[in-house]
């Protein structure tokens, strides 16, 4: 424990107007089982403080997100879905219950500082796994040039210090000239707070943000799907009454393969038994009475998860 203390005050130490023609996901992708997890996932990169701060347009006191939604239905604007995992410094540990207050601008840029439209809070489950819906923040003047679309985040996991900072999106024509947004190295290095969107079946744009900070989880994953095993495809998704699982399993070892709900809680188990080293498929179908929405397939090995991938059940495909 001693160790594992003194590693993370070490990396302590060193440590989202509509979608413009100039602001596009790097990918449009009919599968929401593609970018559902880091690109690299080993580098854990540690979440960093935005040099703007919480900027002048936070108010504390927002509301819980009600299924996980922070802009209602008839939010003006462009769909948007962010998930992810928060995981301890060295992305040895998911971490739980972590306190995510999200606040931005609504479509036209502005905020709305009379009330808590386009404020919320949620929590991340007892995986480690947040996400919510709102709309594409809009562009707003700032100085001589307008601010990137962006996101403010408070980030608390229980008995640590909150993280306030931004986060971005690919292809915005201000990033390079935004002051915060453009910054490269550094305790306000923005480089992976700027995450590419992709278009779901559904037609909304979702982007996977891992968060990274100082924190107390449970075991979890960094680099260990590229020696361990991984999901390689989750189809058709979104689905309606059956999906299919291919994934592999790269040495001998007790295998589970588990489907949780957004709080957490294991709604399937598709298998759990000692594996060999090989590729293997596998099919969820659904009780009928299991509500739509969203939910994630973890693969674990010897009880430790390395792998995930988030789902849709819908009505129609």
Known sequence: MQNSKNRRKFLKNISLVTL???????????SLAQNNSPDNPEDCNI???????EGPFYTPGAPQMQNNMLAG???????????????????????????????HANDAGE????????????????QGFYIFETVV???????????PSHIHVKITPPGFDTLTTQLYFEGDEYIPTDPAASITSGQYDATHRIIPLVLNNEGKYEGIWDIVVDGEGIVGTNDLHTNNGMIYSASPNPFTETIKINYGVFRDANVSLFVYDLYGRTVAKL??????????????QPDSNLPNGYYFIALKLNDLQVHYLKVLKTDSQ
């Open 20 to 30: 413009s023609a100039t602001v596009l996901p790097v990918a449009a992708n009919n």
């Open 137 to 147: 923040p809009g562009h707003y003047p700032n100085g001589g040039s307008f601010r």
């Open 73 to 103: 239905l008839n939010e003006p604007g462009t769909r948007l879905i962010i998930s992810g995992q928060v995981r301890n410094l060295d992305c040895s540990e998911l971490i739980q219950n972590t306190v995510i207050d999200v606040w």
């Open 47 to 53: 979440t960093t403080l935005d040099y703007y701060g």
């Open 271 to 284: 298998e759990e038994k000692k594996m060999k080293a090989e590729k293997y498929t596998a099919t969820w």
């Open 111 to 126: 905020y709305d500082n009379t009330g808590f439209n386009l404020r919320g809070i949620t929590h991340s489950n007892s």
